[in-house]
Each structure stands twice: as structure tokens, then as C-alpha cells.
């Protein structure tokens, strides 16, 4: 008998935070009840959500002090529009005043709301310049990732710009997303139906290989809540040093993969062996191999 | 006195028993009847067939640029052809192969086959080359089908059940020639089939006894094979494909895309009907909704002590959400009419609960299986896309003349049957309602539907469907797939309609009304006598079995993802790429 858990995948927005901040410890603002909704779809006669499609507020993780966000990948996939978008900005200013131990981001976003159109992009550069304001000032934030919708466009830069991203093996991170590219390259470019494909394109094992991404986890809220705790005791920082050893990192990853066009032939190319089955392993078996790709990019370019 | 009066009685011209032994004597005098003409054309062909392949014919392998020129001298005008299309497993190289043949020399050709499956399967009909068509059910392409009935391109005999068309390959279909396909092939001509066995045993019994010709496409030749699943003799050409021959996973349903509601009415089926008649004998149909019970088996039907007195012996697929059932003992053995992708090694290391070869690998048997969820299984449980006020239930809707799989034989009552067992006979005890009959029992045909399906279309109809259909194919009886007569119980959300209970049809509409949920059909009911059902105990409501709703959410499920059932089968389940979200 498979022990039940808890799953984060299938939990909404709301359940999310529950499930990962200690018991009664949230506290939220500009909550539902207070009906800060989307001007932009109204207009558009269309079904607006009393959140936005976003959590914001407070609490605890282990006893640390947190501020945290939540996307609901069930209002309009999690996109970003203006009320959305400022929710989370206001969030990282809030954070430079409280000085909480961390900003949390429990990401589910397909990127910017289309039909807020420059709003949700102005939306999501302001999110960025808060967020990079606020670990300027030493605030660690972090990312997870792992909801149906996936982590993509603004929102997958922002997830890129946190100190630590924690993925889900279900997670799937990037810029556009699968059905944006065979739309614009063509089924050649990528068969979005290819499931496997996708996966071992966007999903959590192909980024904690790269480096994108620094915990991966199983899809149970109890392993998610350790990884948040492990991530608020690792070490971080935001200096030059840190800067253009990641720029270092990213220029030795064009250099080495930028030729290969399945994660497979990439998996072999960073010497790990096997490289078909490691979409069939489970994180136990998984973890230790990947540890060899990891300690490639932590290497000397 | 008798004698003499029997002479003038005669009348005149009548013949006697003289007149008819002279002119039997006659007949074999003037001309000695041919008894082996099928045979003598069956020679001809494959005489014909040798020359045209001429150089490339290697025993009985061809190589393949020569298989449409093989099908020409095999084929002539109006032969019987079997294309093996099964529900899954498709003779997809020689399909195509047909579809190449040249339509002034290979024409009207007589489709007896059991599933359309192929867009190829089509296309013979579009270019000519076949012109009447036999079947059973037709998937992906039952638009394109529909469209040639109306056009009169095509003129179908009848869409049968799996069974019926079999028992017809013996009688009055038997095809000439059978286009099949196996896992491979050794150098004589024996055939592997693999897990995916389904119908060829009966389409190569047919035709290879009866003067027909069996052409088969396998994946590899080997030296040697794991097993002879159809021995050489019964195979007159082999030909290795490009490619392994396409096998669909049509059994698979991913745990995450079960909701709510289906898990209640799935509560409500384990509650109300499995737990209530003692169901140990049973057939699933490959919806969502019973593959919600499956995967309650191991955590609600658990938690009311069901294990060991409730689906213990299955004729299935080897459906991937049984595996937390099986691995949770709840199943003691399943029969298969095919495989299912992705399984081989699942099934393969659980040869207790199978049907394995001596070889390891399982054997599957369309014929064999459909034999055992007609006369040995108590239960057979189905999704549906229409039902009427009689219960006649179809998937056949407009412009899709679908057919209908396995549903027509497993969803009907065998009413040849004679073994008891306890949910036949209190299935049968109900039917008699307590009149003075003759005692025998009675097979339960559940229907299993929400109300409303997608779009908000609703399952209930006051006509089926199905009318317009015949009518405009000209089809003498209108495309049913189970009949009411056959149907026990219809089950939604709203409850159970157990139509055993039912004294009259009145009784029977006001039933599927009382569970029809808000549909207009539902909302036409007669609330009063909706309410004496119910206190009848015709109808059942989930709280009257002690279902509370809110306590049906995933969390029931035993898995909610396919990574759980990969998971439960300790990683022997490989789900094909499709279906793998990690």
C-alpha cells in the first residue's frame, strides 16, 4: 500500500499556502473580500476573480517570519495582469520595510494576461525591478514551482531571478512554453503533444540537470515545506561575485549544449550514464546521478 | 381400405419416389459435380501470386516493394477481405498497401472486419476498391464513414458485436483473403503474435480452413520465436514492415483527469451495486468513470471490508489503473481480449493474475474473452453517450455511426447461461419481482453517465439518435448499443435506477427521470411517483446508501497520477510518452 500525500500539484493557490506555512499562521492582504479585481476584463465582459488570481499575504515556515505569494493556475492559467501584477510588486516593497526571512513565490503562470495586453507587461517589469530591489537590500526570495500551468514567459524570468528555485518533478519552467513554439517553429521545433518530450524539455529533472533550478522535489506539500526550510538555511547573496560566476556558468552551458537539440543527447553530454532512463527514475534513484551534471557546472568553465 | 383410397387421392402430375430416383441418376449421368472449387481457386491465386512475385519470394517471405503487386494477383472483384483492424493492434503496413492497388483490376471488394480504425480502412472505399463493409465498431473515422453512407459509397451489412461477427466468419462471411499482422516471424512462417494476440486466432481459423489466404505483416523475422501463437501452415505470405505495426493505447486513462464526480457515482457503484449483489465475476468498460472504481478498490471498498468478497475475477484489458487493485490483492485473475501499451512487463511478472505463455509474455483472445464476459461474468459496467426513457442506451449519435466495441456482448443478458452464482441469482430473483417463474438468473448491465456530458449535452433523450442514423444509412434496424430489455441499472450522480424493480414501463421512464439530474429529461419527472421509487427502493440516492458527497474528493484516489501507478507497480508500468507529465 502507497502511503497517501498530500499532493501540491492537484492543491489550489489558497491550499498551497496553507500547506505550506505552519498551521493558522497566515494572514493576507487585499483579501477576496475586499473585491480588488481586474479592470481590463470587465471591460472585456469577462468572469473576473475577487483575488486576481493571486494570493498575497504572510506567515510562517518552521517558525520563520515569511512574506508569500501564490498564483491560482485555475484563474485564466495564472497570468499576469495589472491588479495581479501589483499585488506582487507591493509585495517585495512591503518586504523591504518588514525585513521578513524570505519572500516565498509559489509560481503557476503561463506569463503575461493577454488581454491586459502593455499593462500586464509593465506589470511584470515592475515585479522584476522589485524583486531585484529587495534582494539588493539582502531579502532572500524563493521560488516553487510546480503547478498543471507550469512556470512561463515574465513569470519564468522572475523565477530566474530568485535565490533559490525549488521544482517539482511535474514542474515545468521557461520562456514560451511548448504550444507557443510548435505555433511559431512548427511541429518540427517541438511536438507539444510529445509529452515526454515537453517534460524533458521544461520539467524539473532537465532543470535541476542545468542548474536552473537548486531543489527538486517529490509532489507531496510536507517535502516542499522541508525544501523551503533547507533553502531559508543555505547560504546566498546577491554580489558581483555571485553575478558573473552565474554569467560564467550560463556561457560555458551555450558553449557545451547549445548544438544539442533533445535533453537526452544533453544528458550524455554531461556524462551521465543511461541518459534514456533518467526520465523513468524516481528522485532516490534520480538525485545522486544528477549530482554529477550538477557538480559540472559548479566545475572550472 | 386406406391403400385404395390412397392412389386416386395423388393428383395427376405429382412426381413419386420413381420420378425422383431416375432424375438423380440423371444428373449424375450428365455432369460429375466439382466439390473443390474453393480450393482450386486458392491455388490459382497463390500459382498467380508466385509468378508475380516472382524472384523475391524467399519461402513464404516477400520483400515488401512487392506487396501491392502480391495483393493484385491474390485479390479479385467482390472477395470477402478481413484487414486486421482490431480495437488496438492494426495490420496498418497492408492496409496501406491496399489502398496502392489498382481499382480496374482489384474492385467491390467485401470489407468483414471488426474495427475501422485506420484512415486507410477508408480510403479503399474512396478509390473504389472495396464497396460493402461488415463491422463492428468504427472510431477516429466514424465522420468519414458516415459521410460515404450518405454519399452511397459504401453499403454496410450490419454493425455487430465482436461475437456475432466472429460466429459470421464461420457461417456466412468467411473471408477470402485475411491481411494480419504479428509481433514476428520465424523463417518457416510461424507467427508471434505477443501480448496483442486479440482477434487474429479467429480471423486465420476462418480463412485458413475454408480455402481463404492469410497474408501476415510482422515487425522481425527471427531464427527463433518465443512462442507459435498461429502455426506456418495456416500462413501463406509473411512480409516484415517498416515499422512495428501500430497498436493503440486505448485503455489507458490518466488518474489525473479524474474529477469529483465521477469518483461519487464511483462510490456509489462499489456501495450500491458491487457490495450489494456481491459482484465476484466482472467486465469494465474503458471510461473514466469505471476507471474511478478501479481505483477506490484499494482505499473505499478497503475501508467497507469488500476485499475478497467483491471484484476478485475480471475479463478486462490489462487496464493500468487495476494495478493499485491488484498489488492491494483485491484481484485474483483477468482475461484479456488484447494488451495494452506499456504493460508487457507489468503483466509479464504477474503470470498468478494473467494469462501467460510458457514464454512469459501474456495471450490475449478477442473471441475467447468476449465468450467469458458473456456467460462468465455477472457484471458488466459501461459509460455511454444517449440513453431513452426505455434505457436503450447508444454512442452511435449524429453524424458518428461509431459502433460499438465489446459493450453489445458483455452489456447483453446470456440467456443461454445455467451456472448460479450469488449476484446471477439475486439479479434474477429481482427480475421475477416475486412472480411464480421459472427460477433463473440474470445478468447485471449497469450504465454508468453523469447527467450532462461535455458541453453541457445531455445523456438523456426522449429518441435516440440512433433513428435518424438508420433511416439515413437505410439501415433495417436503428444503431442500439445496449437495449433497455438488457439494461438493470442506470447510474449518475444523482443515484440508482435499478430497472429490475420497475413493474411497468411507466415505472422505467419515471426512474431514468428520478436520476436524470437537471437535464430536460430529468426535469419532466413526476416528482410524486419519483419519491415511491425511491421509497420503493427503485431508485437510490447516494445518501440513502450512507454516501456523504462532500466526502467524495481525489484524495480517495488510490492514484491520482500516472507517476502513482508506474509507482504502485514498482516501476514495471513504462506508460507510453503521451502520457508521462514528468
Known sequence: MIVPRTSYVEATARRRVEAVLDHDSFWEFLPPEERVTSPHLSQLDLPVAFDDGVVVGGGTVQGRRVLLAA????????????????????LFARAVDERPDA??????????????????????????????AARGRGIRVLAVIGGGVGCFGGMGIVARCCDAVIMLEEGRLGMSGPEV?????????????????????????????????????????????ESIHQALEAASGFELEQLEAEHALLEKRLRELAHLHDAIDMWRALGLPDPDTLPMLDLARFTPIAHRARSFWKGEG | M????????????????????????????????????????????????????????????????RTVVLLEALLSPGDRVCQEGNNQKQADFLAQA???????????????????????????????????????????????LTALLHEGRV?????????????????????????IAAQAADSQGNLYTGPNTEDTPAIVEATAFRGGIVV??????????????????WVDFVVQSPHPHLVEPLFTRDPALISEIQILMAMTAIKGIYAEYGVQHLNHGIGFDTAAIELLLPTYAESLGLKGRICRHWALNPHP????????????????????????????????????????????????????????????????????????????????????????????????????????????????RGRDRMPRGRKLVVQIAESFREHMVSTFVERLDAWDLAAAAGLDIPPVMIYGEDVTHILTEEGIANLLLCRDEEDVEQAIRGVAGYTDVGRKRDRRMVENLRDRGVITRPEDLGIDPRLATRDLLAARSMKDLVRWSGGLYQPPARFRHW
Request: contains cysteine.
Open chain 1, 71 to 90: 498564483q491560482e493556475g485555475a484563474f485564466m492559467g495564472g497570468a499576469v495582469g495589472e491588479v495581479h501584477g501589483a499585488k506582487l510588486t507591493g
Open chain 1, 103 to 132: 519572500v516565498v513565490l509559489l509560481l503557476e503562470s503561463g506569463g503575461v494576461r493577454l488581454h491586459e495586453a502593455n499593462a500586464g507587461l509593465i506589470a511584470v517589469s515592475e515585479i522584476i525591478r522589485a524583486l531585484l
Open chain 1, 181 to 225: 513554439i510548435e505555433m511559431a517553429g512548427g511541429v518540427e521545433e517541438l511536438d507539444s503533444r510529445d509529452k515526454a518530450l515537453v517534460w524533458r524539455t521544461f520539467g524539473g529533472k532537465h532543470r535541476y540537470l542545468l542548474g536552473d533550478c537548486e531543489y527538486l522535489v517529490e509532489d507531496d506539500v510536507a517535502a516542499i515545506r
Open chain 2, 2 to 65: 386406406e391403400g385404395r383410397d390412397a392412389s386416386p387421392r395423388r393428383p395427376p402430375n405429382s412426381p413419386t419416389l420413381e420420378d425422383a430416383r431416375r432424375k438423380a441418376g440423371a444428373v449424375a449421368v450428365s455432369k460429375e459435380r466439382q466439390w473443390d472449387i474453393g480450393r482450386q481457386r486458392r491455388a490459382e491465386k497463390i500459382e498467380r501470386a508466385k509468378v508475380a512475385l516472382s524472384g523475391s519470394l524467399r519461402g513464404k517471405i516477400f520483400s515488401r516493394d
Open chain 2, 98 to 144: 491496399l489502398t496502392e492497388v489498382d481499382p480496374s483490376r482489384v474492385n467491390n471488394l467485401h470489407v468483414v472486419q471488426s474495427v475501422v480504425a485506420l484512415p486507410e480502412h477508408i480510403e479503399i472505399f474512396e478509390r473504389g476498391i472495396a464497396a460493402r463493409l461488415d463491422f463492428c465498431f468504427c472510431g477516429p473515422q466514424a465522420g468519414r
Open chain 2, 155 to 179: 453499403s454496410v451489412g450490419a454493425i455487430h458485436n465482436y461475437l456475432e461477427l466472429f460466429g459470421r466468419y464461420f457461417i456466412d462471411l468467411t473471408p477470402q483473403v485475411s491481411l
Open chain 2, 216 to 233: 501476415a505483416q510482422v515487425n522481425e523475422i527471427v531464427d527463433r520465436l518465443p512462442r507459435v501463437d498461429v502455426p506456418a501452415d
Open chain 2, 321 to 432: 489503473t487495476l494495478i493499485p487493485a491488484i498489488e492491494s490483492g483485491f484481484v485474483e485473475s483477468v482475461h484479456s481480449f488484447g494488451s495494452e501499451s506499456g504493460m508487457e512487463r507489468y503483466v509479464a511478472a504477474r503470470s498468478d493474475v494473467f494469462f501467460t505463455g510458457a514464454d512469459g509474455s501474456m495471450r490475449s483472445n478477442r473471441a475467447f474473452c468476449q465468450t467469458a464476459g458473456l456467460y462468465a461474468c455477472d457484471l458488466f459496467i459501461g459509460s455511454t453517450l444517449q440513453i431513452d426513457l426505455a434505457g436503450n442506451s447508444s454512442t452511435a449519435t449524429k453524424g458518428r455511426m461509431t459502433g460499438f466495441g465489446g459493450a453489445p456482448n458483455m452489456g447483453s443478458d446470456a440467456r443461454g447461461r445455467r451456472h448460479p452464482t450469488p449476484a446471477w441469482l439475486k439479479a434474477g430473483e429481482q427480475a421475477r
